[in-house]
């Protein structure tokens, strides 16, 4: 379980979050939604402890990692596959060593087993048979498929989805939503899902949070965001479908 409560986080004079909560329940989807520049990236950064915080509580499984040392973090860290919102994959290397990574820098795993890894990881996203490729040579939808491959490699407990069918098409996109429910349902983890695309939100989410001016304004089911009276999330939702 992933807890955050009150969490303040500001640069320079831009108050970015201002007491934010938030819960994330064990084998739960849950999405985030907030308008450009509210702070959705920063609070995915901020579990990492990519950055600091300077005030509140960030608990993960039991344990407050609020004054954790760095070498406690990356233990933590080891819990967590993260997908960026540009794929960052390593350009230099191929596919196969993108997505054998972690596994070749914080495991002592043979080559063997991290072939077979790899090889398991990328049928999964469906996309066996490229590990010789390189990123360059890919499609954008294609990138995100090795980078969750990549994310998944390491067996984490949580993962974490920054905007994963932004600037893909339709069709794409649908196949990386199925991805992310599949990626739940089979490998049982935790998943955190920042996005602006409506549909993948419900679709993929078990909980939906909205983050405005630095809070948690909204946190409940997908039905109960589409049933809301509040006149913010009336418009959210009317200019999503208006561009969905
Ligand atoms: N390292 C940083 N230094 C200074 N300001 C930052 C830094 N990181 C983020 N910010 C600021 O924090 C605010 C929130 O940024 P964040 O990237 O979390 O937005 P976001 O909600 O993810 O937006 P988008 O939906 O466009 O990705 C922005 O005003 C941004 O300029
Ligand atoms: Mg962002």
């Not at 997908?83 to 070749?104: C, E, H, K, R, T």
């Not at 010789?132 to 969750?148: F, I």
């Amino acid at each position: 379980m992933v807890l955050l409560e009150n969490i303040h986080k500001s640069f320079g004079e831009n108050e970015v979050l201002r007491g934010l909560d938030l819960e994330i329940g064990e084998g739960q989807t849950m999405v985030i939604l907030g308008q450009s520049g509210c702070g959705k990236s920063v609070l995915l950064k901020l579990i990492l402890r990519l950055m600091n915080q300077e005030e509140g509580l960030i608990v993960i499984d039991d344990e407050d990692t609020t004054d954790f040392s760095e070498n406690q973090m990356m233990r933590v860290r080891k819990k967590f596959g993260m997908l960026f919102q540009s794929s960052a994959l390593f350009d230099s290397i191929s596919v196969a060593d993108n997505v054998a990574y972690m596994l070749n820098e914080h495991t002592d795993m043979s080559r063997t087993e991290i072939a077979n890894r790899v090889k398991e990881m990328l049928s999964f996203v469906d996309l066996s048979g490229v590990e010789e490729m390189m990123p360059a040579d890919l499609s954008g939808g294609m990138k995100k498929r090795v980078a969750l491959a990549r994310a998944l490699a390491f067996k984490p407990h949580y993962i974490l989805y920054d905007e994963p069918t932004t600037g893909l098409d339709p069709l794409t996109a649908k196949t990386i939503n199925e991805l992310i429910r599949n990626t739940q349902e089979r490998l049982d983890v935790t998943s955190i899902v920042v996005t602006h695309d409506l549909i993948s939100a419900f679709y993929v989410g078990d909980r939906l949070a909205l983050i405005q001016e630095g809070v948690t304004s909204f946190c409940g089911t997908p039905q109960e965001f589409a049933a809301s009276t509040d006149p913010f999330i009336v418009e959210y939702l009317a200019c999503g479908r208006e561009y969905n």
